[in-house]
């Protein structure tokens, strides 16, 4: 018990002369050990490194989850299943819960009629919008959120610590050279003994060993930021390619649903239409989009392209050339071709064709097929 009050009034002591001697540097009434100007610019680096990659998470974690509230509940969720080594559970999306909603009213309204045939498209589309929007919201928190916290919540830390100790180390200093400075002159005034300038020019001695040491242990921290740097770049382009993908996913869908959407209103007001109801919906496994460069994304439909009418092929030829398909595509009607990924078409248009359509040739087989499912080649 005796050592550890002695060592709590030397800790007391040490952080209240501390205290005097950055006082009195901010005042001017004391010299300061300036630090070297490379370590200074890699202080100054950090910081911003510091600074911006708060602010890019903070603004990221809003663009994710824009509701505070939401996202507030979200951070605690995260924090409870870390806690007990769990993994957190997948979150329903906004729009897969609309689309269920959709689905129920469809139900309840007669799924044989123009309005509930119609809500059963809209909300199926709306599930795999809600399914591209979760698996982006996954791949993003990953590859993206995870590495910036991990630096902010370790990395940082470490560097933080070592900085404040080589800044203690630099009071500890210049306390020692404020001291050796005052027994010079006590001793050339009244004679003192060289003994107290002995002991003052020790621990300068010690003191700045331990500054220099301190300094090479920040500084060597401190220049690992370039490979943070890099790693953070990596992760950026994993987080662009990633919203990319999930864009493309949800352009295709609305593509595909203002197709059936378009069907539903000719068949409503087709004259010689039986049933005004609209086409059944495409499987909610149809263009789940690749996840990472060459995959292929598989339909559960089963269906094979059928070929185009007579009077479709007879029509004029512009145009002619290769074309690579990009994803997978099932054949709505008699007049599509189905694709698949990967695969090389040879592509036309006919005069008067809807610019978003071309006319598609595999072997013996002919159909229209969108545009966006394909790349063109010279």
Same mark, same amino acid.
């Given at each position: 018990?005796?050592?550890?009050?002695?060592?709590?009034?030397?800790?007391?002591?040490?952080?209240?002369?501390?205290?005097?001697?950055?006082?009195?540097?901010?005042?001017?009434?004391?010299?300061?050990?300036? $630090?070297?100007?490379?370590? #200074?610019?890699?202080?100054?680096?950090?910081?911003?490194?510091?600074?911006?990659?708060?602010?890019?998470?903070?603004?990221?974690?809003? $663009?994710?989850?824009?509701?505070?509230?939401?996202?507030?509940?979200?951070?605690?969720?995260?924090?409870?299943?870390?806690?007990?080594?769990?993994?957190?559970?997948?979150?329903?999306?906004?729009?897969?819960?609309?689309?269920?909603?959709?689905?129920?009213? @469809?139900?309840?309204?007669?799924?044989?009629?123009?309005?509930?045939?119609?809500?059963?498209?809209?909300?199926?589309?709306?599930?795999?919008?809600?399914?591209?929007?979760?698996?982006?919201?996954?791949?993003?928190?990953?590859?993206?959120?995870?590495?910036?916290?991990?630096?902010l919540e370790g990395d940082w830390?470490?560097?933080?610590?070592?900085?404040?100790?080589?800044?203690?180390?630099?009071?500890? $200093?210049?306390?020692?050279?404020?001291?050796?400075?005052?027994?010079?002159?006590?001793?050339?005034? @009244? @004679?003192?003994?060289?003994?107290?300038?002995?002991?003052?020019?020790?621990?300068?001695?010690?003191?700045?060993?331990?500054?220099?040491?301190? !300094?090479?242990?920040?500084?060597?921290?401190? #220049?690992?930021?370039?490979?943070?740097?890099?790693?953070?770049?990596?992760?950026?382009?994993?987080?662009?390619?990633?919203?990319?993908?999930?864009?493309?996913?949800?352009?295709?869908?609305?593509?595909?649903?203002?197709?059936?959407?378009?069907?539903?209103?000719?068949?409503?007001? !087709?004259?010689?239409?039986?049933?005004?109801?609209?086409?059944?919906?495409?499987?909610?496994?149809? $263009?789940?989009?690749?996840?990472?460069?060459? !995959?292929?994304?598989?339909?559960?439909?089963?269906?094979?392209?059928?070929?185009?009418?007579? #009077?479709?092929?007879?029509?004029?030829?512009?145009?002619?050339?290769?074309?690579?398909?990009?994803?997978?595509?099932?054949?709505?009607?008699?007049?599509?071709?189905?694709?698949?990924?990967?695969e090389l078409i040879t592509v036309?248009?006919?005069?008067?064709?809807?610019p978003d359509w071309l006319i598609?040739?595999?072997?013996?087989?002919?159909?229209?097929?969108?545009?966006?499912?394909?790349?063109?080649?010279?």
């Open positions: 018990m005796d050592f550890n009050v002695k060592k709590l009034a030397s800790d007391a002591g040490v952080f209240f002369t501390r205290a005097v001697q950055f006082t009195e540097e901010k005042l001017g009434q004391a010299e300061k050990t300036e $630090l070297d100007p490379h370590l #200074e610019n890699l202080i100054t680096r950090a910081d911003g490194t510091k600074n911006w990659t708060e602010k890019i998470l903070r603004q990221t974690e809003v $663009l994710l989850q824009p509701n505070p509230i939401d996202h507030t509940g979200a951070r605690i969720e995260e924090f409870i299943y870390d806690k007990l080594d769990k993994k957190l559970p997948s979150r329903t999306t906004n729009a897969e819960l609309l689309g269920q909603y959709m689905l129920e009213a @469809a139900n309840e309204f007669g799924p044989g009629t123009p309005y509930g045939s119609t809500l059963i498209t809209v909300g199926e589309y709306q599930k795999q919008l809600g399914g591209a929007e979760r698996e982006f919201l996954h791949t993003s928190a990953v590859n993206f959120l995870s590495p910036l916290r991990n630096f830390r470490t560097i933080s610590k070592e900085r404040r100790l080589l800044e203690n180390r630099r009071l500890d $200093l210049d306390i020692c050279k404020a001291r050796l400075k005052k027994a010079k002159q006590a001793e050339a005034k @009244a @004679a003192l003994l060289s003994e107290e300038v002995d002991k003052a020019e020790h621990e300068l001695r010690v003191a700045q060993t331990e500054f220099d040491r301190q !300094a090479e242990v920040t500084r060597l921290l401190l #220049e690992g930021i370039s490979s943070t740097h890099l790693n953070h770049l990596r992760c950026l382009q994993d987080f662009a390619e990633a919203q990319a993908t999930y864009y493309a996913q949800c352009h295709h869908y609305m593509q595909d649903l203002q197709r059936e959407l378009n069907r539903c209103a000719n068949a409503v007001g !087709a004259p010689q239409s039986s049933a005004a109801v609209c086409p059944n919906p495409v499987s909610s496994t149809f $263009l789940s989009g690749p996840t990472s460069p060459g !995959a292929t994304v598989s339909s559960s439909s089963g269906q094979r392209p059928s070929t185009l009418t007579m #009077e479709q092929t007879q029509l004029p030829v512009t145009g002619t050339r290769k074309a690579k398909v990009l994803y997978d595509y099932d054949a709505h009607d008699s007049s599509e071709l189905s694709l698949l990924a990967d036309h248009t006919v005069p008067g064709m809807d598609g040739e595999r072997g013996n087989e002919k159909g229209k097929v969108p545009v966006t499912y394909l790349e063109l080649l010279s």
